[in-house]
């Protein structure tokens, strides 16, 4: 009965305009006064960033904080996790089109959006990484290799915290999400899923696209092609608020993953090692 209360809550709170107005609030230059309250409460390692907490002009200006360089070790031969967070699940793409995720099956193809080629990723790999509030808030670029194309797909804004997740089944695929293609220098595409989120406020990336508030004026998924070269551990995209990411690996790309369900991982960290 709980689990279904919770549903209905979410099913009738007004997500989208509640993250719009939590964006606008966020961004008022009067919500730096909340920052000091938002590190105690999060304990948030303060040291690690790239400037005084107080030179701050927002709250929104702080979730997207930059990191002081040299705080996050690179590791230089494996795939590395993307972003800091918590791992969700991990696991092996068991068909063409599914994969399990804490009890739930979830559609490769519902997940990406996509209808040609799924069969390519039989016996791939996924990883599941979810952003706290209290995390760094800025994604990176797993390996080397060429961003190729992206797609927004919309969607709802659920939250994808723990209570989210037993109350939304399927909620990966239901919400709004941001997909990104990358081309490593050996072997075929792998995909990084930014996913939306109750008070994310937006997903913006490196490369061009629609912004956050003309995007979420389309009914149907859009998107387009790129040929942006990046390292390992360039910024790829950035968070307004806590949320998930989940990586998509091609089968023969990555060895065991160097990482657990559970785990708590840091950008920079190996989650596993490159098959060459």
């Not at 005084?52 to 002009?57: N, R």
């Not at 494996?78 to 399990?100: E, K, R």
Request: aromatic share 12%.
């Amino acid at each position: 009965m709980g689990i279904k209360i919770t549903k209905f809550a979410l099913d009738v709170m007004p997500k989208s305009l509640l993250t719009r107005w939590a964006g606008s609030l966020f961004r008022c230059k009067i919500s730096r006064w909340f920052i000091p309250w938002y590190v105690q409460h999060y304990h948030i390692d303060t040291g690690e960033c790239d400037r005084a907490v107080t030179s701050y002009e927002s709250l929104s200006a702080f979730f997207c904080r930059e990191l002081k360089q040299g705080s996050r070790p690179m590791d230089v031969d494996g795939a590395i996790s993307p972003v800091d967070g918590t791992v969700q699940d991990l696991g092996v793409i068991d068909s063409a089109t599914v994969f399990h995720a804490k009890g739930t099956s979830y559609s490769l193809a519902a997940l990406l959006q996509e209808t040609g080629g799924l069969d390519t990723w039989a016996e791939g790999r996924y990883i599941i990484l979810y952003l706290s509030p209290r995390d760094y808030h800025r994604v990176h670029m797993p390996t080397d290799g060429t961003i190729v194309r992206w797609r927004y797909v919309p969607g709802c804004l659920y939250p994808v915290n723990h209570f989210g997740l037993r109350a939304v089944p399927g909620l990966y695929v239901k919400n709004e999400r941001v997909i990104t293609w990358i081309k490593p220098k050996l072997g075929p595409e792998y995909v990084v899923v930014k996913i939306g989120a109750a008070l994310v406020g937006g997903i913006d990336t490196v490369y061009p696209m629609p912004e956050t508030r003309l995007r979420r004026k389309y009914k149907q998924p859009q998107q387009g092609n790129v040929d942006l070269p990046a390292y390992k551990g360039e910024e790829l995209a950035r968070f307004s608020f806590g949320s998930t990411v989940i990586l998509v690996f091609p089968p023969h790309q990555l060895g065991p993953f160097k990482v657990r369900s559970g785990q708590v991982v840091r950008m920079g960290q190996c989650i596993a090692s490159l098959q060459r």
